[in-house]
């Protein structure tokens, strides 16, 4: 038995994990230089990006305007005013040699002409891949051009810019900031639950359990193809969700060691009692929370994929961390750190005792609030805008706005901010290819401009300003009909482009992911509980609430509400393309530790007693705080992440954060009592056929009349 071996030999355990611990310790500082950020996959627009990328360097990106306005009565045409314009093009080149600039000074194309012929706009690319222009590097342009040509109005303004304006009410974008936070939060929750020192215990493993993670996504850089590689958002998610689960689990063991411990046991007895007992329910859980995050690798971009593969150790290291060093630990140390000892052990709660017996006693109405709870979100969800924000929602005040609405008033259109770029492979058919997109009704115009920075090795540049917003909920046909527009052979790239791509690949995975992660946890439930209708219920509902959590992310991320007062920015109007399947993964797999945690207390109270009502109550009762804190605690860690200064992450990490919260208060401790008690003995029922194919004994039949009576159990005030 594991935790015979454990605390017989700790000594080794200890020594071990300090290893790992140490090494943790040394290579978590290197983590994110390996990460790399862009999502990667496969696709037209990822083929056009890289040969892009490969000959002009930041180009794929989405380019910084300048908007310049010449003094009233002067057109861009006068020989002063073209003075001015290639001077303002000498101070940028000048302020940074390897910027790629595309102007009407050195292309004179009257698609980068405003109207009345009073004003201009500069479009700024970085020197190389992955590289943005936001604040800081439209803040150079704008000096430089305020310099260079006083005489004109200068106004500066990028989708990135707008984005940093948008997300200014974060301020913490590092993984250790978050990560204290999230931990603080626990702390607090922990201390209440147990009143001893031992709320430190599952904080220690926690942490140890993250350095650890840390190590092995180090160890995954190593090994991942160089076309997929793992992006710097995934060490946010797997420090964060890595110190929920590692809480979790941890907070189970040291329950059910507390507990046994106050059945008169000894400590040595008591450790393996806990092990025996809540380690089936914490590798369980492990196990379901893998499939979901692991089945992610169905999704075929790098993102998705590299949370996918880490889904194989976030739930299984913590899961190792507490069914090994947190067991030798208690061995050693346990009784001496449950101090002072505020809150009894062992006793059900009787908050949670009165709960489950009103919930029992009202089953049909609680379920049916329940219900409409999660229905009414899930109708909101319906309703779902996936795309990037526009600059317009993202436009809040500040300078940057300034310069989306000087861009407007001068007559260019907001898609003037993803201006797609155009690989053309032979040079010499860059000027039809321009002249061909200009006849197309969705666009403002293209430009071939024929300078050095955009000819290499026989190809050329061609820039298509498309009406609206590519990549957005209103982007219309844009990139459609320049695909359809540009002869065969010519590449179409950009960020918006390989968002519309990720979007179609992504969600034509998606019925894939669900059918196999919905199907597997069916079958790993069914053999865990003994029961069909159980895991069925189990899977529905987490649908239903994974559905009410996409509810949550719109009303939030698309229509705005508590935007401002939670993160001091507006609607995104619309909700990032990964966050709904990425929360998918995440949400169904995480949800179903409170499923099995309670369903495992519920079912040994039902053997014991012979009464579903009985094994209720008694499930609830022994569970209903170990849940609702285990969720609070996640909650606050993925609340943390929220503040990061990156909108797909701050999207998943609310979504989830909510869904968490809404999973535990509304179905684990509403729904599933209620539901469990309506069904009755068919809660237990196992066909003897499928009992067979699982290798499982089906559970021994009970009478048809359970008792009335609801039992209950008093103990402290919970």
């Known amino acids: 038995m594991l935790s015979r071996w454990v605390v017989r030999h700790r000594l080794l355990v200890f020594a071990a994990w300090l290893a790992i611990t140490v090494v943790g310790v040394l290579v978590a500082p290197s983590v994110s230089g390996r990460l790399q ?44 005013a073209r ?3 290639r001077a303002v093009d000498a101070a940028i080149k000048k302020a940074d040699p390897q910027v790629r600039l595309v102007s009407y000074a050195s292309t004179g194309a009257r698609t980068l002409v405003g109207n009345g012929g009073t004003s201009t706009v500069v479009l700024a690319y970085p020197p190389h891949t992955g590289d943005d222009m936001a604040t800081g590097q439209i803040d150079a342009l704008v000096d430089a051009a305020k310099a260079a040509a006083p005489r004109l109005t200068v106004h500066g303004t990028s989708v990135k810019a707008l984005e940093a304006g948008n997300t200014s009410g974060s301020g913490n974008s590092s993984v250790m900031t978050e990560l204290i936070f999230g931990v603080l939060g626990a702390l607090i929750v922990l201390a209440w639950v147990f009143g001893s020192l031992l709320a430190a215990l599952p904080i220690i493993m926690a ?49 059910r060691w507390r507990e046994e411990r106050a059945a008169g046991r000894s400590n040595e007895e008591a450790v393996r009692a806990a092990v025996r007992r809540a380690g089936h329910s914490v590798w369980f859980s492990g196990l379901v929370a893998s499939l979901g995050l692991f089945a992610l690798i169905v999704v075929p971009n790098s993102l998705a994929r590299g949370i996918g593969v880490s889904g194989l150790f976030i739930p299984s290291t913590a899961v190792l961390v507490a069914l090994t060093l947190l067991p030798a630990v208690l061995s050693k140390v346990g009784p001496r750190v449950d101090w002072p000892r505020r809150r009894r052990a062992g006793s059900a709660s009787r908050f949670w005792t009165w709960w489950a017996g009103l919930v029992i006693r009202y089953r049909v109405l609680a379920a049916a609030l329940g219900l409409a709870i999660l229905g009414a979100l899930a109708g909101v969800a319906a309703t779902i805008n996936m795309g990037l924000p526009t600059p317009s929602h993202l436009a809040t005040s500040g300078v940057y706005t300034d310069g989306l609405h000087a861009l407007q ?26 002249s061909s997109l200009n006849s197309v009704a969705s666009l403002h115009g ?45 590449r179409v790239g950009g960020e918006g482009a390989v968002n519309l791509d990720l979007t179609h690949s992504t969600y034509g995975a998606f019925p894939l992911l669900f059918t196999v992660v919905a199907l597997v946890t069916f079958l790993l439930l069914a053999r865990g509980l003994k029961s069909i209708l159980l895991p069925a219920k189990a899977v529905l509902l987490n649908i239903l609430s994974v559905a009410a959590s996409y509810g949550l992310l719109v009303l939030v991320f698309q229509h705005g509400l508590g935007m401002q007062t939670f993160w001091g920015a507006r609607s995104y109007g619309a909700v990032g393309t990964l966050a709904p399947v990425l929360i998918f993964g995440f949400l169904f797999g995480v949800s179903m530790d409170y499923e099995v945690f309670i369903l495992a207390r519920v079912r040994e109270g039902y053997d014991r007693s012979g009464s579903t009502r009985g094994g209720v109550v008694e499930g609830v009762s022994r569970t209903g705080r170990l849940v609702t804190s285990a969720a609070l605690i996640l909650f606050l860690a993925l609340a943390s992440l929220s503040t990061a200064n990156d909108i797909t992450v701050r999207q998943i990490a609310a979504g989830l954060a909510a869904g968490v919260l809404l999973d535990a208060v509304v179905v684990r401790m509403l729904l599933l009592p209620a539901l469990v ?25 009970r009478l048809l009349d359970e008792p009335e009576q609801e039992p209950v159990a008093i103990g402290d005030a919970g």
Request: charged residues 10%.
């Open 83 to 85: 003075a001015g314009l």
């Open 677 to 701: 008690s309506l069904f009755g003995k068919l809660n237990w029922w196992m066909p003897p056929r499928a009992a067979r194919l699982m290798r499982i004994h089906p559970a021994p039949p």
């Open 409 to 434: 008033a001068a007559g260019f259109p907001a898609g003037t901010l993803t201006t797609v770029p155009v690989y053309v492979p032979h040079a010499p058919e860059a000027a039809s290819v321009a």
């Open 446 to 490: 293209a430009v071939a401009p024929a300078g050095a920075p955009w000819r290499h090795g026989g190809s050329a540049m061609v820039f298509a300003i498309p009406q609206h917003e590519v990549g957005t909920s209103v982007g219309g046909t844009s990139l459609a009909d320049i695909r359809h527009t540009v002869p065969h052979g010519v």
């Open 207 to 255: 942490l140890i359990s993250v350095l650890t993670m840390q190590l092995l996504i180090y160890a995954l850089t190593c090994i991942m193809p160089s076309s997929s590689p793992l992006n710097p958002a995934v060490q946010y998610i797997v420090a964060l969700l890595g110190l929920g689960l590692s809480i979790d689990y941890s907070l189970l063991v040291v329950t």
């Open 37 to 80: 950020p862009g999502i990667h996959m496969s696709g037209s627009a990822s083929t056009a990006n890289a040969q892009i990328e490969a000959r002009y360097g930041g180009a794929t990106s989405d380019p910084g305007v300048l908007v310049l306005g010449l003094p009233k009565g002067e057109a861009v045409n006068a020989p002063a």
